[in-house]
């Protein structure tokens, strides 16, 4: 079967665009001081685009998919996919001194604690990019323990830091640190995750 790569790409680009709309609408949710009948109608038009979305659908989210540029791809990530609504989306970068980073933007969404994140999401951002700090190190592996340590709470709507790094493996098990931090490198939370290699998983080449 042949797939019109530029058709796909351009189906998937709408996707985000449309996971970002709604993004920005789960927040109005959250924030809206608009009176109930309003609420009331809103309610019943989205009710009808949802109906439309559900005329075809999927039993699961995005698959992970290699792009045309060669680099591995997942829109459909909670922490990390475009066309996942419900993630940030997180953008990991990996930086030669410190593993991996990220710069986040938590929004009101993600409230725990009043005008504070809720610390299953902060956990759940340091799972990821401790993650991504062992695969970059070549060792990919899945979470087999989360330490996580809350030294101050994690606000949202200001600009935050991710860091983690690979610090050491042994045979399939391998160990990595990353933390949280405001811009000045104030440490909010911080972690430390042991995560385990797949046996079938030993000797694929991690890019």
């Not at 449309?18 to 009331?40: K, N, P, Y």
């Not at 991504?132 to 060792?139: D, I, K, S, T």
């Amino acid at each position: 079967m042949t797939i019109d790569v530029a058709a796909h790409d351009a189906r998937l680009e709408a996707l985000c665009a449309l996971a970002q709309e709604t993004r920005d609408f789960m927040d109005a949710v959250a924030l809206t001081e608009v009176g109930g009948s309003e609420i009331a109608a809103v309610a019943a038009e989205l009710a009808a685009l949802t109906a439309r979305l559900r005329l075809a659908a999927r039993e699961t989210p995005q698959p992970l998919e290699i792009g045309a540029d060669g680099t591995v791809r997942h829109l459909g990530n909670a922490v990390t996919g475009a066309a996942n609504p419900h993630a940030l989306p997180l953008v990991v970068e990996r930086d030669p001194e410190r593993g991996v980073r990220a710069d986040i933007a938590f929004r009101p969404l993600h409230e725990g604690p009043p005008s504070a994140v809720h610390g299953g999401i902060s956990a759940m951002i340091l799972d990821h990019v401790l993650g991504q700090a062992v695969a970059a190190a070549g060792v990919a592996g899945l979470t087999g323990t989360l330490t996580v340590r809350y030294r101050a709470t994690v606000p949202y709507g200001r600009p935050l830091v991710a860091t983690a790094e690979h610090t050491r493996s042994e045979g399939r098990k391998s160990w990595a640190d990353g933390r949280i931090a405001l811009p000045d490198g104030t440490v909010l939370v911080e972690a430390t995750g042991l995560f385990v290699t797949p046996a079938e998983w030993v000797g694929l080449k991690v890019t």
